[in-house]
């Protein structure tokens, strides 16, 4: 499995980004996906999760301005972001696991699949 992710940027205050995260192979059947970012060396942060049947699942912290999606046609992974703060500063990766619980308990060290990360800057 390989992914590549893609879509980060610069944007000020308030603005919005849409990543993308495209997969190799058919993902569809078996595999749930995430977005988790980079906050500090060594540790990383679920910001959202999406199953193999479309169920989505985000952090207290992260819901209401992230919308994760997912188009198993084109396999490819999205994460809609708005309402962008200085804190959402971070690199921001994309992974895939059979194993749901990992994604949506944040068991980052132990999901195989990542893409490389894209880089996201917030500027007040």
């Known amino acids: 499995v390989q992914l590549q992710a893609s879509g980060g940027g610069l944007v000020q205050v308030g603005g919005s980004l849409r990543l993308s995260c495209a997969a190799s192979?058919?993902?569809?059947?078996?595999?749930?996906m995430s977005w988790f970012r980079q906050i500090a060396a060594g540790e990383r942060e679920l910001v959202a999760a999406?199953?193999?049947?479309?169920?989505?699942y985000y952090p207290d912290s992260m819901r209401g301005r992230f919308i994760i999606s997912r188009d198993d046609a084109e396999n490819t992974l999205y994460l809609q972001m708005k309402s962008l703060e200085p804190e959402d500063t971070a690199v921001y990766y994309c992974a895939a696991s059979k194993h749901w619980g990992l994604l949506v308990r944040a068991m980052w060290k132990q999901i195989l699949y990542w893409g490389q990360g894209t880089q996201v800057t917030v500027s007040s």
């Open positions: 192979g058919d993902m569809s059947s078996e595999y749930g």
């Open positions: 999406v199953s193999n049947t479309g169920l989505t």
